[in-house]
C-alpha cells in the first residue's frame, strides 16, 4: 500500500488511547475484503486495499493507527481537527485480508463519505485490476435468510477432440457478524438452471478473527464448489448459476455476506452480495 500523502494524519488530528474511548457512541460500518498490506494469495496473487473518509471538524474515528516506541501498531480513538479527507485510513494496521470495522461518530454519520478499493494482479504483473468495495451498514445486517444469486460456473477449454476443461473462476463465501458473539449459519447451494435444486447444505461457524481490537470482525468462510453439467465430449462441464442461501442459526444473530469471483488467469475479483 502506497504511504505517500499519509503525514496529513499528523496536522489534522488528536487522539487518546483506546483504554479511555467508549465505542457506544459510534455507527460502525464494514470494509469487507479489506486486505491490508499487501497480501499473497493464490498462484502468487497480489491483493492491496485501500480506503479513504471524508468527514466535518470534530468527527471522530476508530481506528486509527499508530507505531508505538516498540514497533507495534497501537489503535487509537481520533477526532478530526480540520475538515479534510483522511486518505490513508488503517495505515500501521497489523495484517488483514477479511476486512475491518470503522467507527465513526454518531453525530456526524450522515456528513461522511466513504471509500474502499482492492487491488488486484497475478504474479509477475504490474498491472492488475481495481474493484471497489462495499461499505455496509448495521442495516445492512440480517437475522433472516437472505441469498446471493448468480454465482456463475464458467469452463474454458484447452486441446483437441475432448479437450481439458478449467474453471475461469473460483468462489468463496464470506460471512460477517455484526455482533461479535459468534455462532453459524446454514449455507444452501442451489443449482438455478435445474429448477432449483438444492446441491449441497453445511453449517457454517461464523467464529474466527483475524485481531483483538473491535475493527476485527467475526467471520466465516467456505469455496463455492464450482458447478460442473456435463454436456458431450466436446463440452465436458457446460458451467452453470447457483443460488446461495444463508440462514443465520444462533438467535439474534446479525450477518452480512459475500461471494467473491475471482478471474484464475488474471486475478481480477468482483464481489457479489444482496442489495
Not at 145 to 158: A, T
Not at 165 to 172: K, L, S, V
Request: proline share 7%.
Amino acid at each position: 500500500m502506497s504511504v505517500r500523502a499519509t503525514s496529513i494524519l499528523l496536522l489534522v488530528l488528536s487522539s487518546y488511547s483506546l483504554a479511555a474511548q467508549v465505542l457506544d457512541d459510534f455507527e460502525r460500518v464494514l470494509i469487507p475484503g479489506f486486505a491490508s498490506p499487501e497480501i499473497i494469495g493464490r498462484n502468487g496473487a497480489r491483493f492491496a486495499a485501500t480506503a479513504a473518509l471524508h468527514a466535518p471538524v470534530g468527527t471522530r474515528v476508530f481506528p486509527i493507527y499508530r507505531v508505538a516506541a516498540d514497533g507495534q501498531p497501537v489503535a487509537e480513538t481520533v477526532t478530526l481537527e480540520r475538515p479534510t479527507a483522511l486518505v490513508s485510513l488503517f495505515l500501521h494496521t497489523p495484517p488483514s485480508r477479511v476486512g475491518r470495522f470503522l467507527f465513526l461518530d454518531r453525530a456526524h454519520f450522515g456528513e461522511m463519505v466513504i471509500s474502499a478499493v482492492l487491488d488486484s494482479r497475478a504474479a509477475g504483473q504490474t498491472n492488475g485490476g481495481r474493484t471497489r468495495l462495499p461499505i455496509v451498514r448495521e442495516s445492512d445486517f440480517r437475522s433472516a435468510s437472505f441469498s446471493i444469486i448468480n454465482v456463475e460456473s464458467i469452463y474454458d477449454y484447452e486441446g483437441e477432440g475432448c479437450p481439458k476443461t478449467a474453471p475461469r473462476f473460483r468462489h468463496t463465501l464470506r460471512v460477517y457478524d455484526f455482533d461479535g458473539r459468534g455462532g453459524a449459519v446454514r449455507v444452501q447451494l442451489v443449482d438455478e438452471f435445474s429448477a432449483g435444486i438444492p446441491i449441497s447444505e453445511v453449517t457454517l461457524d461464523v467464529a474466527s478473527r483475524e485481531g483483538d481490537d473491535p475493527s476485527y470482525p467475526l467471520y466465516g468462510e467456505m469455496e463455492i464448489p464450482e458447478l460442473c453439467h456435463p454436456f458431450s465430449c466436446r463440452t465436458p462441464c457446460a458451467g452453470g448459476s447457483q443460488r446461495v442461501e444463508i440462514t443465520p442459526l444462533t438467535p439474534g444473530m446479525r450477518v452480512w455476506a459475500f461471494v467473491s469471483e475471482t478471474n484464475n488467469a488474471t486475478q481480477d475479483v468482483a464481489l457479489l452480495y444482496p442489495d
